[in-house]
């Protein structure tokens, strides 16, 4: 056992040696070659290195476009993706006119949805990912890319949808009634089709009567008015809805002096 982790360490200083030699050397063939061998085995950090010396000793030749297309590859492949993102961008920039690079304008897109984060954080990366995505969509629209692209955006635009929907839920859990009734609205008008609609507008109508009965004397007029509407329209749209029992029994004390 011992004479076989003495292999391995021996095998593993003579592959960082030979590493440093061409990293050192001038030979760009070589250094092209094994920055090639590196990347094929998920060296990205060594290949890297290389990469950059290839490119920058001939930026203009097919070696040199292949380094730093690979090297915005090496780092999208490492999950590094804000440093992808630069080089695949800039890429795109360097080589205009290369077979690579509507792959570059993909994959810099793909960089911004790696970077969404999570529904319940700060979504700013998200509208980057959908500009990019979309950007990619009206730049090669007979891309074979194109559906994929269709379904990133659904996914991306539901993930700010449900985002939207939990502050309408948290706002009426937490009993900001006023919130949850502007919240309830925006929402609505964003997103008229959205799976969740049934139960925003359920939450408005149970907000706006919470808020109604809290409310001032001069304002439970018009507040009643406006819930009462809210829920001939919830009637009226889901008139089957699993929600209206507690609507009914919500609403009951105002049905001696409104129809509904």
């Known amino acids: 056992m011992k004479v076989f982790y003495a292999v391995l360490i021996s095998l593993a200083l003579f592959s960082c040696s030979a590493y440093n030699d061409v990293l050192k050397g001038d030979d760009f063939t070589t250094k092209f070659k094994l920055a090639n061998e ?11 290195v290389l990469y950059e010396q290839v490119y920058q000793h001939a930026p203009k030749s097919a070696e040199g476009e292949f380094s730093y297309f690979n090297m915005a590859k090496s780092y999208y492949q ?34 911004s949805v790696q970077n969404s984060p999570k529904w319940s954080l700060d979504q700013t990366e998200t509208y980057a990912a959908l500009n990019a ?16 692209c269709n379904s990133i955006v659904d996914a991306l635009s539901y993930k700010l949808e449900f985002k939207d929907f939990n502050k309408v839920l948290q706002y009426s859990k937490t009993e900001n009634f ?13 997103y008229p089709l959205s799976i969740h609609d049934e139960e925003v507008q359920f939450l408005a109508v149970k907000n706006g009567y919470y808020l109604t009965i809290n409310s001032i004397e001069s304002k439970k007029k018009e507040r009643v008015e406006e819930t ?32 509904f």
Request: glycine share 4%; with cysteine.
């Open 38 to 48: 590196l990347h094929e085995e998920g060296s990205y950090d060594k290949c890297i």
């Open 78 to 111: 490492d999950e590094d993706y804000y440093m992808a993102g630069y080089f695949f961008g800039s890429f795109v920039q360097r080589y205009p006119y290369s077979l690579r690079s509507e792959e570059s304008f993909f994959l810099t897109a793909m960089c």
């Open 133 to 148: 995505v979309q950007a990619f969509i009206d730049k090669y629209p007979n891309s074979p890319l194109v559906d994929s």
């Open 178 to 190: 006023k919130a949850a009734l502007a919240f309830a609205d925006i929402f609505t008008g964003k």
């Open 228 to 259: 009462i509407t809210r829920y001939r329209n919830f009637v009226s749209e889901y008139p089957s809805s699993e929600y209206l029992n507690e609507l009914k029994v919500l609403l009951k004390p105002w049905q001696n002096d409104y129809e």
